[in-house]
Structure formats: C-alpha cells, structure tokens
C-alpha cells in the first residue's frame, strides 16, 4: 500500500491542474473569500462551525507574508460583515518563520489585533518539527495579548512533556495526530502508539481544563474521546471536535447529532495547487487517502 500511495503522490505533477483541481475541490474551498464564504454557510447549516484558512506556507520574503497578513485581516473583516460562526488558522512559515522570527511575531500580532478588536480568535497551526520550538515560542509570546491557540501533534516523542508547560499556561490547544514525515528519533511510527499518545494526552488536557479542539477523523479516536468526556463529566464549552473540509462527513453527522461542538477545517486561495500537490509529495499516504474516497464515493458510498 506503501508503494502504490508513493505512486500516486509522485505522479500528481503529471495529472493535469485540471484535473487534480476537479478532486481537490472537495477538500479545498476554492480561490477566492466569495468561495470560502459560500462553503462556510453550506456547513453551518449542517449545524457545524468552521475555521478558514489561507493557503499559503515556505515564503521567501517579507513581503510575502505582509501580503498574506492582509488576505487574513480581509477575511476577519468578512467573517464579521456576513457574520459567520468561523475563526482563522494560519500557518508560522507563511508569516515569515524561517525568515525572521520576530519578523513573523510582528505579522501575526497585526492578525491577532485584528482578531482580539472583532472578538474572534486565531489558531496557529503547527508544522514539521523544525518549526516546533519556534512557534510554541510564538503562542507563549501572542498569547499575552492577544486571543490566539496553537497545535500539538500526538506523533512527536516530545509532545508529552511540551504539554507539562503548556497545561500551566491554560493553552487553547488542537490535537491532532501530525501530518508531516518526521525521523524516528523525533516521532512514533507505530500507527497504535501515535493512538494511545492521542488518547493520553488529550485526558491529560481535559483534566486539566485546557480547551481542545480534538482533530481527528479516526473513529477509534473519537469513540475514545467520547468516552473521557463522559468519564470527566465535561461541559460542551470545554472541547470542540474539528475535521477537514471534505473527509469523513458521515462521521461528523454523527458527532453533530450527538451534540457535540464540530468546526471544519476550510481551506481557500490562489496557491491551491502547489499546497495539493506539495501536501501529497509530502506525505503519500495522504495521496492513498484520497485515492480512497474517490473511490467509495464512485462506488455510491459517502
Ligand atoms: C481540523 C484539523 C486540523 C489539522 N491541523 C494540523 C496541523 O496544524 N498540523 C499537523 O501536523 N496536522 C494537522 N492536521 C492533520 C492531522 O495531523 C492528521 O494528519 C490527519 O487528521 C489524519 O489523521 P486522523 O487522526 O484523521 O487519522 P487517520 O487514521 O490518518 O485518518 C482516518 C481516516 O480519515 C480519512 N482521512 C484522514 N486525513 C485525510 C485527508 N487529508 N484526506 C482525505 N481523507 C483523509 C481517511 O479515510 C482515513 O482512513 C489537522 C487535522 C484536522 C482534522
């Protein structure tokens, strides 16, 4: 299996931009902020919340990242004007990260002012592990000021402890399994180990009082979830459930009958297809998640 979403991920370039664009525009809301505020009132009226995010990571100079800055202070602007249940997600290396990191500070403090004057709330979201240290260090420093959360991965060997300090400063945290290709010494491997990891450290942040925002499409993960939530006896305003535009929607009906709060990961804009076509290179079991509901879905099943 392996093998085969290897294949696929190295011989997206090749597929027209036409056509990967017809399968991507399931998981990506579209170019412009009209398509990412028509698909976010599609899925509030399914009852779910959402959060939007505009594509763009790896910049190479500042004035990349200004001009993302103000994509994201736009998009603030609209998600109050057309009074959308949504706050915002961006990503460290899009705001300058790897150029200056007060540079990049400075630049997602303009967006979280933005955030903080509208009432809203902005979420950074984590990258690979060079990038870890560095943007733990950008929530502690943004989250003096200004209302903003951050992401934890439960694959990094170093999440547990990272939680310790975080749990002390009664983080606004995502959960989610991680993304990227990590080198053993740094990440589990073990698809069951990355599970319990999930598990453990989830319970350790509910008990705590932490709001989560549990990111998963895995059901064993969720049935998990559910059952700590119960056993803790927690208030729906101290989690929310989160997935991604597009992947296992008859799962997040089941959770939004059941209750509980969910927000759909939206993404939007121009650079859609180099995010696609980088994401699936990246990570090729990504690409054989893709291949796989495209399948179920020409088979009849959602
Ligand atoms: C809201 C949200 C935000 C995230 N933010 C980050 C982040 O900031 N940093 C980070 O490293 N990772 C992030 N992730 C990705 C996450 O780390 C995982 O890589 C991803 O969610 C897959 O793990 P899973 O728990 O869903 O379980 P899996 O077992 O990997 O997936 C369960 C099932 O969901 C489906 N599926 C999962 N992912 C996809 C996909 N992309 N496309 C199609 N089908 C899919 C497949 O059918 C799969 O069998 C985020 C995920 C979500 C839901």
Known sequence: MKLVNQMIATTLPLIPKS?????SQRYIAGETLADAIKVSRQI?????????DVLGEHITRNDEATAYANQYLELLDAIQSE????????????????LDRSFCRDTIAKIAEKTKQNDNFVRIDMEDISCTDDTLWLYEDLKKEYPVGTVIQACLRRTDADV????????????????YVEPYA??????????????????????AGCYTGIATHDEMLVWGALRIIKKLNLKPDRYEFQMLLGVQEELRKVILKAGHK??????????WYAYSVRRLKENPQIAGYVMENILRRMAGKK
């Open 19 to 23: 056509v990967v664009g017809y399968f």
């Open 44 to 52: 509030q009226r399914d009852g779910a919340c959402v959060t939007l």
């Open 83 to 98: 009074k959308l249940d949504a706050n915002v997600s961006l990503k460290p290396t899009q705001m300058g990260l790897k």
């Open 164 to 179: 310790d300090q975080l749990i002390n400063l009664n983080a606004n945290l995502r959960l989610c399994k991680g993304i």
């Open 186 to 207: 740094a990440a589990y491997k073990d698809r069951e180990i990355i599970r319990q990891n999930y598990l453990h450290i989830l319970e350790r942040l509910l008990t």
């Open 262 to 271: 969910l927000r759909v990961y939206i993404p939007f804009g121009a650079h």
